[in-house]
């Protein structure tokens, strides 16, 4: 068993509880990477474990240099050590060259990176990988392959064989060449091995599950296509788990047929394409939303009278817009939809203001929509305590992903509103960042793409950090392409004053420009044009700074 399907993954559990009673101690190391995705996947393992009284250690990794310390310290010469679960890492890592293993100890991969290191496909001995499927044939068709290596097998088949062969190592050869992309979501994976083994009832994880999955949509990891699939299929999930609920009894021994509204709920329910509107005001979430942004020219003079114009036509009182959107008038909020197709719908481009996607209740009054947990968790991750904390630094990353771990438990509902504020300064600081770049042209046209490199602005202790980087550089990859620009890959620098670095950031394109040239956007297994004219970003990174000399790390998997 070395790369699994979905319908081995009940074999896969089974093997790792039947490891847990061999040993006295904890035989369970999970390594986690930080990111929204990997904190709902961790969560949900560590439910599952729990459940059948297995004991684990948790330890966030955040690159090759985390894996080679976790090495020395955690796995190294640990005797009672059976089992390593790898979350939203190790998929692309040469596993048998970074870990000393003992001869008993195996590693479960996990992981939404792809593609897949070739030699831990092709190891029989330690390594697991759990698949969602979608290159299962081309992974098993390199795996037949590099089995059967000998010359005598080509000069043994006829013709049509011989020809059939090569086409077919070719194929599998050029898997590992493919720029990075990304699979199913490692909540979403979990949660299917949940399933398998009867356990998908747990508290809270087909809830985590989909949030993992809307951290995939909301970050551009997944198309289109693939997030409605997904969607569509979570929405079967939880309109039964509701009918369950209301019609019997939990563990906890509420009463048979209590009313569903007096307990928490998952309801599928369509969400605005500007972020956090529930958590701040109807305004400053439309100006500062990228779909909005690009729609209006938010960067523009005009832009912002463009605003107040279409919030004017569709009767919204500039009062009760820059208010807190619970306190605004319910007949607004309840025209709200309807009054942005009509006004600004044909006109302004905003046909498509919503999305599918879910909200959790607690009770009659808390809701929290999937993006809005999305977004304050990934906030935690990235600032911890807070954007100003003068001890926040790019070594604070690992106290930041306990945050966010701690975020998701109920009992910790200022943690995350912690989360949802710094989300919205960050985003401010977006908009703000972007409208500046733009008006002083400070991005420069290179051949194959464009760049731009931030040496002086009062937003940049924001930008310390992979993700919120990505996310300026999405914004500036849309706002570019509404202006006209021909379409091109986009490279930002970010100078960490602190550490006198530079972090740099490489975007290929953003899913809704990829999905107006397609249509829709394919699916988040496929390698899309432009990332096949952008290549792998890293790879050709790592050479170039070979090739200069330059001093430089790579974080992140």
Known sequence: MVLTKPHKFEDVYKMIKEDALLGLATTVLILVSPSCDSLCAVKIITTIL???MIHYQILPVN???DLDEVDEKSVKDKEDLRTIIMINCGGGVDILSTFTLQESVMVYIIDSHRPYFIGNIQDESHVVILDDG???DLLQTLMD???DDEPSDLEDTDD???KSKKRKRREAEAYSERPSYFGTSASSMIYELATRIKKETLDDILWHAIVGMTDQFVHERASFNKYVEEVDNFRRLVLSSNISQDEGSDRSGRRLGEKLESRDRIEPKEEYKFMLYRHWNLYDAMYHSRYIACKLGIWKRNGQKRLDVLLARMGIPKEQSKQVYTAMREDLKDSLRSKIETYGGKELGLEEICYQSFRKYHGYTLQISAADMVYGLTALLEHGNGIDDPL????????????GYDALSKDKAKDLELGL????RLQEAIVRLGTSILEKKITILSGPFRY???NESQDLHFFIHPLALTKLALFMIETLHAMGKVHKPFIICALNEKTNTYLVVGVSNSSSIEAKKNGLASSSGTVTGDAKKAGDFTRNFKKAANATGAQVKHHSF
């Open 421 to 424: 504020k710094l989300a919205i």
């Open 145 to 147: 392959e590099t089995q």
């Open 160 to 162: 049509s064989n011989k």
């Open 134 to 136: 979608e290159d299962y």
């Open 50 to 52: 729990q459940s059948d």
């Open 63 to 65: 690159g090759q240099e």
């Open 452 to 454: 731009c490199v931030l």
């Open 392 to 403: 926040q630094s790019e070594h604070t990353w690992a106290s930041n992903f306990w945050s």
